[in-house]
């Protein structure tokens, strides 16, 4: 049983925090030396993080190149068939809180 429980806890926290999309740098901007620049994120500085929208978090790392990280969704096998677990998304916090509770609806 404990083994069930850890597999389906480690399961829901890849699902929900295993989101992440890289947008490589702008090979034509070279007006903003020392930052990332993306229509999603604006001008970012390197090593700068902030929470956008729909609480994802854009982290801009030193070769102009920015990690966007969501909350994810997962589904989990119940007895009861499987379920789809998406996090509540409070827009007011910043990441990752915005993303910590969690509703299971059935498919």
């Known amino acids: 049983?404990?083994?069930?429980?850890?597999?389906?806890?480690?399961?829901?926290?890849?699902?929900?925090?295993g989101d992440v999309h890289h947008l490589?740098?702008?090979?034509?901007?070279?007006?903003?030396?020392?930052y990332c620049n993306s229509s999603h994120t604006g001008l970012l500085k390197h090593g700068?993080?902030?929470?956008?929208?729909?609480?994802i978090k854009a982290e801009?790392?030193?070769?102009g190149s920015i990690d966007l990280i969501g909350c994810g969704v997962t589904s989990i096998a119940?007895?009861?068939?499987?379920?789809?677990?998406?996090?509540?998304?409070?827009?007011?916090?910043?990441?990752?809180d915005c993303c910590d509770d969690c509703i299971v609806d059935e498919y």
């Open 60 to 63: 801009c790392h030193s070769d």
């Open 78 to 96: 119940t007895p009861r068939g499987n379920k789809k677990c998406e996090p509540i998304k409070d827009s007011k916090k910043p990441y990752p």
């Open 24 to 34: 490589e740098k702008d090979p034509n901007d070279s007006d903003h030396p020392g």
């Open 1 to 17: 049983m404990n083994t069930v429980l850890f597999c389906v806890f480690a399961t829901f926290i890849v699902g929900l925090y």
């Open 48 to 55: 700068e993080t902030k929470t956008l929208p729909w609480c």
